[in-house]
T-cell receptor, first 114, second 115 residues
Framework: DTEVTQTPKHLVMGMTNKKSLKCEQH?????MYWYKQKAKKPPELMFV???????INESVPSRFSPECPNSSLLNLHLHALQPEDSALYLC?????????????FGPGTRLTVL | AQSVTQLDSQVPVFEEAPVELRCNYS??????LFWYVQYPNQGLQLLLK??????LVKGINGFEAEFNKSQTSFHLRKPSVHISDTAEYFC?????????????FGTGTRLLVSP
């Protein structure tokens, strides 16, 4: 299994809602990532988990809260988002975080904040 | 720190014609190099990567790229494109070293293949 899966594919939420994005991989990777991608732009790194511990937070607002319940799962909890948070949210994984190397991306969740 | 430049934001080409998408990078340390493709409304898929060894790298879907250290370039080529190659292409680098090494992306090149 060389896939990273993400649910849901699409999500529409109001500014007062609480929702969660989910990501799963079964490649035995110990590093997982959340990226945000606006239209016609490259992905921007948000968070990095290494061995289920948060190792990098790229100064992301607290209305985004990541969680890594186990080595295969990564969640992104959303609360009180703003319309400018509408974007494609991509999850990725890699064998490790150190030394660079290939990241495998999921198909993304298209988020719209009304 | 690393940076990646993709000078062409859009490259229009006719079906069955050859194409080259340009990528230049800047880094004070050695890097790994990647090309990712993103089809509409999808995530990123790795086309090919250069880690070490032969500077000519072959990837999926008939794409290849050549690493040129002296020119700090990693241009992507395909001898004959198909309509289905229409997508956004991102060049990316990550430094070789210990600790977390961020994947740094270029701004992307949109390949538009027309009949």
């Amino acid at each position: 299994d060389t896939e990273v899966t993400q649910t849901p594919k699409h999500l529409v939420m109001g500014m007062t809602n609480k929702k969660s994005l989910k990501c799963e991989q079964h490649m035995g990777h110990r590093a997982m990532y959340w990226y945000k991608q606006k239209a016609k732009k490259p992905p921007e790194l948000m968070f990095v988990y290494s061995y289920e511990k948060l190792s990098i937070n790229e100064s992301v607002p607290s209305r985004f809260s990541p969680e890594c319940p186990n080595s295969s799962l990564l969640n992104l909890h959303l609360h009180a988002l703003q319309p400018e948070d509408s974007a494609l949210y991509l999850c990725a994984s890699s064998r490790e975080t150190s030394g660079g190397g290939e990241q495998f991306f999921g198909p993304g969740t298209r988020l719209t904040v009304l | 720190a690393q940076s990646v430049t993709q000078l062409d934001s859009q490259v229009p080409v006719f079906e069955e014609a050859p194409v080259e998408l340009r990528c230049n990078y800047s880094s004070s340390v050695s890097v790994y190099l990647f090309w990712y493709v993103q089809y509409p409304n999808q995530g990123l898929q790795l086309l090919l990567k250069y880690l070490s060894g032969s500077t000519l790298v072959k990837g999926i879907n008939g794409f290849e790229a050549e690493f040129n250290k002296s020119q700090t370039s990693f241009h992507l080529r395909k001898p004959s494109v198909h309509i289905s190659d229409t997508a956004e292409y991102f060049c990316a680098v990550s430094a070789i070293g210990t600790g977390f090494q961020k994947l740094v992306f270029g701004t992307g090149t949109r390949l538009l293949v027309s009949p």
